[in-house]
């Protein structure tokens, strides 16, 4: 099956300033790339998502970037603020075969003021 | 609209103990999925169902049973729970086969 590898565990960075978080996958039949942020206590929220036929997408502040010859996809948060802090995780999915679904371990994110 | 709710919310139960875990939404979503999240490993895919009257295995489906007798409702069993079932359960709908909306969780505690 398919295997989603997720760095950095946790990352800490000043508020205004950029973070970037990393996946790879195994499985190139994989099309389907989300982003999830889970606050303390909370469901994961689905932030951001990208298509295999898609290099980048962007949305206000937050973007994706998809290289599928590398097999890895990044989130990158800009000019973060304490409300980005959260766990983010990032995921793969086969659209043709759609209970494929497989997350990575997790970002802890801490954007500290 | 409430979205995705799962009931209950915290349970305890005892080695061998039964017990079903409720999840409803009412977006019309014709998909939904049960995931665990248990500490360093992300979510995995215990069952989903792709409509009323339909389920099918994930990921991690051992030990688990659902149905989905009407399309808002999906539930979760657990016949004789175990203490590798203790996790938070997450119930998730979606419209197509992308953007799922997951539930607030429901933290299971096998003693």
């Known amino acids: 099956g398919e295997n989603v590898e997720q760095h950095p565990s946790t990352l800490s960075v000043q508020e205004g300033d950029s973070a970037v978080i990393k996946c790879t996958y195994s499985?190139?039949?994989?099309?389907?790339f989300p982003w999830y942020k889970q606050e303390l206590g909370k469901g994961p929220q689905l932030i951001i998502d990208?298509?295999?036929?898609?290099g980048e997408k962007k949305d206000q502040r937050i973007a994706v970037t998809l290289n599928k010859t590398a097999k890895h996809f990044s989130l990158h948060i800009t000019e973060t603020q304490p409300e980005d802090s959260a766990v983010y995780f990032c995921?793969?999915?086969?659209?043709?075969?759609?209970?494929?679904?497989?997350f990575g371990s997790g970002t802890k994110l801490n954007v500290k003021p | 609209n409430a979205g995705v709710t799962q009931t209950p919310k915290f349970r305890v139960l005892k080695t061998g103990q039964s017990m079903t875990l409720l999840c409803a939404q009412d977006?019309?979503?014709?998909?939904m999925y049960w995931y665990r999240q248990d500490p360093g490993m992300g979510l995995r895919l215990i069952h989903y169902?792709?409509?009323?009257?339909?389920?099918a295995k994930g990921e991690v489906p051992d030990g688990y049973n659902v149905s989905r007798l009407k399309k808002q409702n999906f539930l979760l069993g657990l016949e004789s729970a175990a203490p590798s079932q203790t996790s938070v359960y997450f119930c998730?709908?979606?419209?197509?086969?992308?953007?799922?909306?997951f539930g607030p969780g429901t933290r299971l505690t096998v003693t």
């Open positions: 998730a709908s979606s419209y197509a086969q992308y953007e799922q909306y």
């Open positions: 499985d190139s039949a994989s099309n389907y």
């Open positions: 990208i298509r295999s036929n898609v």
């Open positions: 995921a793969a999915s086969n659209l043709y075969n759609f209970n494929k679904f497989y």
């Open positions: 977006m019309n979503h014709e998909y």
């Open positions: 169902s792709v409509g009323e009257g339909t389920t």
